[in-house]
């Protein structure tokens, strides 16, 4: 399995970005997928997950401003995250497993994030 996480940057407050995890080694369309961030000194904490149904579940301080997606025929995992603030800074990491565990931070496999950061 592995899993490649790019997007991230630096935004000023209010911007957007769009993240994307391009995954490989595995049948995508079987697993469940998750994004999954840390801040600075914070535990990491699950920001959006996507099940192999398509069904979503979003952290509820998240939701509205974050969406995930995935397009299976290009085994791609997205998210686009609007009116960002300097909260939302953290690394940011793609999380697969074939479990739906939603927004846990138990995922068997990672990425090794991309960094957002929000001023």
């Known amino acids: 399995v592995q899993l490649v996480e790019s997007g991230g940057g630096s935004v000023q407050a209010g911007g957007s970005l769009r993240l994307s995890c391009a995954a490989s080694?595995?049948?995508?369309?079987?697993?469940?997928m998750g994004w999954i961030r840390q801040a600075p000194g914070k535990e990491r904490e699950g920001v959006a997950a996507i099940d192999k149904s398509g069904a979503t579940t979003y952290a509820g301080s998240l939701q509205g401003r974050f969406t995930i997606s995935k397009d299976n025929a290009e085994n791609t995992l997205y998210l686009q995250m609007n009116n960002l603030s300097p909260e939302d800074t953290a690394m940011y990491y793609c999380?697969?497993?074939?479990?739906?565990?939603?927004?846990?931070?138990?995922?068997?496999?990672w990425g090794r994030g991309t960094q957002v950061t929000v001023s």
């Open positions: 999380a697969a497993d074939r479990f739906n565990l939603q927004l846990s931070r138990y995922y068997t496999n």
């Open positions: 080694g595995f049948t995508f369309d079987d697993y469940a």
